[in-house]
């Protein structure tokens, strides 16, 4: 608990620096150390995005295989997921990659350090049209749910067909109800790490089609 207490209070010392030497006002200096943080882990996040899009490719391949495979183990769920299992690592298909791990950790790590930084703070000052940023503001969280609704559908094969937008809309309905109780200081992180995650998004797209376009020279 102590070495938590210490990585939620460097957060709070950030936010004090930069609102004290830089000048910034207290929802600037939650924006600015948000999106630095996001964009030194912006590497990282892209490689296990392209990676989990290698993935589903790759998945999507194996399906008349994988269609066998059921039918020949269909009395034997453990055989079915032993040799499933088996496909993928010969397709070079992995969910566990070192990336990937190290990319969700890191992201988790952050996320709740600042969540719970943020809540423990007193913000009180104003920004652009919220009053305070110690209270709620319906406003602005519809933005964060446009924003992350925005960052979603941005990911490649996001918006294959219609059951895939409306899976969507359930982690964006989620976080406005939650963002209705929380301080909109939170909000301003959250808009602005959805902010980053539409920018990685269009850079996983660019990535992607590079890709594609070397596959095709070849």
């Given at each position: 608990?102590?070495?938590?207490?210490?990585?939620?209070?460097?957060?709070?010392?950030?936010?004090?620096?930069?609102?004290?030497?830089?000048?910034?006002?207290?929802?600037?200096?939650?924006?600015?150390?948000?999106?630095?943080?996001?964009?030194?882990?912006?590497?990282?996040?892209?490689?296990?995005?392209?990676?989990?899009?290698?993935?589903?490719?790759?998945?999507?391949?194996?399906?008349p295989m994988q269609?066998?495979?059921?039918?020949?183990?269909?009395?034997?769920?453990?055989?079915?997921?032993?040799?499933?299992?088996?496909?993928?690592?010969?397709?070079?298909?992995?969910?566990?990659?070192?990336?990937?791990?190290?990319?969700?950790?890191?992201?988790?790590?952050?996320?709740?350090?600042?969540?719970?930084?943020?809540?423990?703070?007193?913000?009180?000052?104003?920004?652009?049209?919220?009053?305070?940023?110690?209270?709620?503001?319906?406003?602005?969280?519809?933005?964060?749910?446009?924003?992350?609704?925005?960052?979603?559908?941005?990911?490649?094969?996001?918006?294959?067909?219609?059951?895939?937008?409306?899976?969507?809309?359930?982690?964006?309905?989620?976080?406005?109800?939650?963002?209705?109780?929380?301080?909109?200081?939170?909000?301003?992180?959250?808009?602005?790490?959805?902010?980053?995650?539409?920018?990685?998004a269009l850079l996983?797209?660019?990535?992607?089609?590079?890709?594609?376009?070397?596959?095709?020279?070849?």
């Amino acid at each position: 608990m102590e070495l938590w207490a210490l990585w939620t209070n460097v957060f709070t010392v950030s936010i004090s620096m930069l609102t004290s030497h830089l000048g910034l006002s207290e929802a600037l200096a939650i924006i600015l150390l948000t999106l630095c943080v996001r964009a030194a882990m912006m590497p990282l996040s892209l490689a296990s995005a392209h990676q989990m899009h290698k993935n589903k490719l790759a998945i999507a391949k194996l399906k008349p295989m994988q269609a066998k495979l059921s039918e020949r183990h269909k009395s034997n769920p453990r055989e079915l997921i032993k040799q499933t299992m088996a496909l993928y690592r010969e397709h070079g298909i992995s969910f566990f990659s070192k990336a990937m791990l190290v990319n969700l950790t890191s992201r988790t790590v952050f996320g709740i350090g600042f969540f719970h930084a943020l809540s423990r703070m007193s913000i009180t000052s104003k920004f652009l049209w919220i009053a305070s940023l110690t209270k709620p503001n319906f406003v602005l969280n519809i933005l964060v749910g446009a924003l992350m609704f925005l960052g979603l559908i941005l990911m490649p094969g996001a918006t294959s067909d219609t059951s895939s937008m409306l899976m969507l809309m359930i982690p964006v309905i989620i976080s406005i109800i939650a963002l209705l109780s929380l301080p909109a200081a939170i909000g301003v992180y959250w808009a602005s790490s959805n902010a980053a995650t539409i920018v990685q998004a269009l850079l996983l797209r660019g990535m992607i089609k590079r890709a594609e376009q070397r596959t095709s020279l070849v």
